[in-house]
Structures are given as structure tokens and as C-alpha cells.
Nanobody
Framework: QVQLVESGGGLVQAGGSLRLSCAAS????????MGWFRQAPGKEREFVSA????????YYADSVKGRFTISRDNAKNTVYLQMNSLKPEDTAVYYC????????????????WGQGTQVTVSS
């Protein structure tokens, strides 16, 4: 079992940057692949990025590729999402999620979810 708590969301102007953090409880963080997802009002939850156990594999949605960077620090039980060149269409609630061992991009494959953090990008 792992509990996830996101932080770092907020209001930013288009072109700005934010860094989201997701702190995980438990001693087995390094055995979980981690993902970031987002959900805008009236839309389904969508994949943003994911990272493997040892950070050797990362995935990005086409819409964020080249602007967002996922990373993790297993010593700190934390996964990050650095978001640069933000656009109004990035506005959403951002969730981190964990699943055992294998990295994935489908939200239904993740077992544990945080409560989300709001990101709002103004034009």
C-alpha cells in the first residue's frame, strides 16, 4: 500500500513554469512505477507522463513532449513533474499515481492515486 500527496500546483501565466511534486509514503517506493495524469473540467482523465522504477524509461503524451520532464528521487520517495512553457490548455487537476513494478500509460492500470493538485494557466 502506498499513499500519495501532490503539491506544487497553482496559477501561472502562459509561458511560465511549475514543478509538481508527489510524495509517497511507505518503504517500497522504489518498487512502484509512477505516472502523472490530468483531468480538465468536462474531460476524461488523460495520461501526461510516466517513469519506471529506476528512471531508465520515461513516457510523455505528445501534447507535453519537450515541455514537461518527469523525474523521481527514490531516496526521498518523491516523483516530480517539471512543467515549462505552460499553455492555457494545460489547465487541469494533476494527479500522480503508482503501480507495482511495470510502467504504464493507461490510468486504469494504476492502483494508487493522490488527491490531485490544481494547475491553472492564464492566457
Amino acid at each position: 500500500q502506498v499513499q500519495l500527496v501532490e503539491s506544487g500546483g497553482g496559477l501561472v501565466q502562459a509561458g511560465g513554469s511549475l514543478r509538481l511534486s508527489c510524495a509517497a509514503s511507505g518503504r517500497t517506493f522504489s518498487s512502484y512505477a509512477m505516472g502523472w495524469f490530468r483531468q480538465a473540467p468536462g474531460k476524461e482523465r488523460e495520461f501526461v507522463s510516466a517513469i519506471s522504477l529506476s528512471s531508465d524509461t520515461t513516457y510523455y503524451a505528445d501534447s507535453v513532449k519537450g515541455r514537461f520532464t518527469i523525474s523521481r528521487d527514490n531516496a526521498k520517495n518523491t516523483v516530480y513533474l517539471q512543467m515549462n512553457s505552460l499553455k492555457p490548455e494545460d489547465t487541469a487537476v494533476y494527479y500522480c499515481a503508482a503501480r507495482s513494478i511495470k510502467v504504464a500509460t493507461m490510468p486504469n492500470l494504476y492502483n494508487y492515486w493522490g488527491q490531485g493538485t490544481q494547475v491553472t494557466v492564464s492566457s
